[in-house]
């Protein structure tokens, strides 16, 4: 008997696990109800878990695809705005216009060698050579041609290309074409003045705009000109008439404000030598020359080029 008692006496439990089996079904707690109750909370974790995974699947497929936009910011400088630049009565000389870039992504391309043949197929100009080992690199996104036209971007969607997308660029665009060129200059692919007021304007505070992020829509104040289109146009016109009938090798004309020292008109015309010279034209730099009038401002530059960049501002 006393051996039989021995072995019905069961080991003291260790205190760990006593503290354990306490802080997880606490004491004089029925088991079975607290099971039931974690397998609700756990049914109803699940639940919520697949409910957030189902509702962003719907978002991305009404949506559409949008990552697209937010790539590499510093390399998508380009997509920065530029204000307009218009004549003193407003006349636009200079705006942006949105324009599709094509672009691709070599790790989402299943079969290269298919999609090079397909996009060269829709754009001739572009190089094999070059959009293949562009697609060939190890790179997540690469530019394919800047600035398509619209129907090139229906064609290309029809293909179907898995890894081939499109961004909507700002493209400058100037309406008055070679009017006043000489004044407004131009700028490169990625929308970055390199002469006359465009390169002007970034030299002075939108480059830092754009390097900061901002000036990133087109919700900005347009730079007015002290230049009036119109006597811009007739100065030309009359200019290049002279140039016709005395057959001279150049010609160039300004006009001025008496009263306040603003640059109306200015524009030049020359023929380049066609045998060296030592007497060839030659444009020196001069010192900036401002002037101030009143309320307003005139800002003269002449570059090493026949340009000159002409702003108002106020006082």
Same mark, same amino acid.
């Given at each position: ?5 021995? /072995?019905?006496v069961?080991p003291?439990e260790p205190?760990r696990q ?5 802080? !997880?079904?606490?004491?004089n &707690?029925?088991? #079975?109800?607290?099971?039931r ?6 049914i ?9 995974i @189902?509702g ?9 695809d949008?990552?697209?936009? /937010?790539?590499? #910011? ?5 997509? *920065? #705005? ?7 009565n407003?006349? &636009?000389l ?5 324009a599709?870039? !094509?672009?691709?992504?070599p790790?989402?391309i299943?079969?290269k060698?298919?999609?090079?043949e397909?996009?060269t ?6 190089? *094999?050579?070059e959009?293949?080992?562009?697609l ?7 530019w !394919?041609k =800047? ?10 969607h029809?293909?179907?290309?898995p @890894?081939?997308?499109?961004l909507r ?6 309406? +008055?074409g ?6 407004? @200059? ?9 002469? %006359? ?10 480059a ?6 901002? #000036? ?6 347009p730079?007015? !000109?002290?230049?009036?289109?119109? &006597?811009?146009?007739?100065l030309?016109?009359?200019?290049l ?6 057959k ?6 300004? &006009?001025?404000?008496?009263? +306040?020292g603003?640059i ?6 020359w ?8 007497w060839r ?10 002037? =101030? ?5 005139? /800002?003269?530059?002449?570059a ?9 501002? %106020?006082a």
């Amino acid at each position: 008997m006393r051996n039989r008692a021995l /072995r019905t006496v069961r080991p003291a439990e260790p205190w760990r696990q006593r503290l354990i089996r306490t802080l !997880l079904y606490g004491r004089n &707690v029925d088991r #079975a109800v607290k099971a039931r109750a974690r397998v609700g909370f756990a049914i109803v974790a699940f639940a919520a878990i697949y409910a957030v995974i @189902g509702g962003r699947l719907i978002m991305f497929g009404v949506g559409g695809d949008n990552h697209g936009a /937010r790539r590499t #910011a510093a390399q998508d400088a380009i997509a *920065t #705005a530029r204000p307009d630049i218009v004549d003193r009565n407003g006349e &636009v000389l200079a705006t942006d216009v949105k324009a599709p870039s !094509l672009f691709g992504e070599p790790r989402r391309i299943i079969d290269k060698d298919e999609a090079i043949e397909l996009l060269t197929a829709t754009l001739p100009d572009l190089d *094999t050579g070059e959009v293949r080992d562009r697609l060939s690199s190890k790179k997540g996104f690469v530019w !394919l041609k =800047r600035e398509i036209t619209p129907l090139q971007q229906q064609e290309i969607h029809r293909l179907g290309i898995p @890894g081939i997308g499109f961004l909507r660029e700002n493209k400058r665009v100037y309406p +008055t074409g070679n009017e006043v060129a000489h004044l407004i @200059g131009l700028v490169n692919i990625d929308n970055q003045g390199i002469a %006359g007021m465009e390169k002007w304007l970034d030299s002075n505070g939108l480059a830092d705009l754009h390097r900061a992020g901002f #000036a990133t829509d087109r919700l900005q104040r347009p730079v007015e !000109l002290s230049v009036d289109l119109r &006597v811009e146009h007739a100065l030309r016109d009359e200019l290049l008439k002279a140039k016709e009938k005395f057959k001279a090798k150049a010609a160039s004309g300004l &006009v001025s404000n008496v009263r +306040t020292g603003e640059i109306v008109a200015v524009f030049t015309r020359w023929d380049r030598l066609s045998k060296p010279s030592p007497w060839r034209w030659r444009w020196i730099p001069a010192s900036p020359i401002s002037t =101030r009038c009143g309320m307003r401002a005139v /800002r003269c530059t002449m570059a090493s080029s026949p340009s000159m960049t002409i702003t108002r501002s %106020g006082a």
